[in-house]
């Protein structure tokens, strides 16, 4: 490759890309490359109008293909923030249900320890109402600790 002495530009002879060592760059002849990036669903205005001219119809059809991938996009969005809103009503369902369960097992354990002390088993109504403290202050301490890192945005997803 050799160089034109002004502007940088390369001088190839035509069909080859390299001028071998004893060939001459013809002058005048100069080699251009140029990288245009488009950020976009539209071309520039500049441009726009040489679709037209190229294939009737294609500026339109450009327009529709923007708009539509502007509605998909919309769609996507909302679909994602549907999901979400599932996905954390299905949580709060599944905490509500939690809670019923832990209230039952609770109530049952203090329910059976009063029965024992009824029928003399003080013993066995010591363990099973300790028990039932027992799964009540876990409870209370795994939502604690929950909550807490849910507002520290530990662990959680976003």
Same mark, same amino acid.
Not at 88 to 98: D, Q
Not at 125 to 139: V, Y
């Given at each position: 490759?050799? #160089? $034109? !002495?002004?502007?940088?530009?390369?001088?190839?002879? &035509?069909?080859?890309?390299? *001028?071998?060592?004893? !060939? !001459?760059?013809?002058?005048?002849?100069?080699?251009?490359? #140029?990288?245009?990036? =488009?950020?976009?669903?539209?071309? *520039? $205005?500049? #441009?726009?109008?040489?679709?037209?001219?190229?294939? %009737?119809?294609?500026?339109?059809?450009? =327009?529709?293909?923007?708009? #539509?991938?502007? %509605?998909?996009?919309?769609?996507?969005?909302?679909? &994602?923030?549907?999901?979400?809103?599932?996905?954390?009503?299905?949580?709060?369902? %599944?905490?509500?249900?939690? !809670?019923?369960?832990?209230?039952?097992?609770?109530?049952?354990?203090?329910?059976?320890?009063?029965? @024992?002390?009824?029928?003399?088993? *003080?013993?066995? @109504? $010591?363990?099973?109402?300790?028990?039932?403290?027992?799964?009540?202050?876990?409870?209370?301490?795994?939502?604690?600790?929950?909550?807490?890192?849910?507002?520290?945005?530990?662990?959680? *997803?976003?």
């Amino acid at each position: 490759m050799s #160089e $034109s !002495q002004g502007g940088g530009q390369l001088n190839f002879p &035509e069909g080859q890309l390299h *001028p071998g060592e004893d !060939q !001459q760059p013809i002058p005048g002849l100069q080699l251009r490359a #140029e990288q245009v990036s =488009l950020r976009g669903p539209l071309p *520039p $205005s500049s #441009e726009f109008g040489g679709y037209e001219t190229v294939l %009737a119809g294609s500026a339109e059809r450009i =327009l529709n293909m923007a708009e #539509e991938n502007h %509605a998909h996009l919309h769609r996507m969005d909302d679909a &994602e923030v549907e999901h979400r809103t599932t996905v954390l009503e299905e949580a709060g369902r %599944a905490t509500k249900r939690a !809670q019923y369960l832990v209230f039952i097992t609770v109530v049952l354990f203090l329910g059976v320890a009063a029965l @024992a002390v009824v029928l003399g088993q *003080p013993i066995t @109504a $010591s363990i099973l109402g300790g028990g039932a403290f027992l799964t009540l202050g876990g409870t209370v301490a795994g939502a604690t600790i929950l909550s807490r890192r849910g507002s520290s945005g530990g662990d959680t *997803p976003k």
